[in-house]
Nanobody
Framework: QAQLVESGGGLVQAGGSLRLSCAAS????????MGWFRQAPGKEREFVAT????????TYADSVKGRFTISRDVAKNTVYLQMNSLKPEDTAVYYC?????????????????WGKGTLVTVSS
């Protein structure tokens, strides 16, 4: 059983930065693709970024491209999401997830394990 624990959320002004962390246990992140997703109040959970099991490939939602960066530290079994130039519309609960089965997928329904999320609030 995999466990994912997100941290690093908080309140930040528009234009600011935050770095989210996702510590994994029960699975080695170098074996699986990992993703960040977010869910704003009243909206469905949406894809933000993914990183492949090899770490050589990353993908981003158009809404965050150029502002967010996904990375990982295999030694710490931790995935990160660096968020710069934050906007009020980035306000959401951010979740990390493991994709064990569907190579290349960024669909929330294809993820196998989820963390409980960390809240990011961006004030205008």
């Amino acid at each position: 059983q995999a466990q994912l624990v997100e941290s690093g959320g908080g309140l930040v002004q528009a234009g600011g930065s935050l770095r989210l962390s996702c510590a994994a246990s029960g699975r080695t992140i170098s074996s699986y693709a990992m993703g960040w997703f977010r869910q704003a109040p009243g909206k469905e959970r949406e894809f933000v970024a993914t990183i492949s099991g090899s770490g050589s490939s990353t993908t981003y939602a158009d809404s965050v491209k150029g502002r967010f960066t996904i990375s990982r530290d295999v030694a710490k079994n931790t995935v990160y999401l660096q968020m710069n130039s934050l906007k009020p519309e980035d306000t959401a609960v951010y979740y990390c997830a493991i994709n064990q089965r569907f190579r290349g997928s960024s669909a929330p329904r294809d993820m196998d394990y989820w963390g409980k999320g960390t809240l990011v609030t961006v004030s205008s």
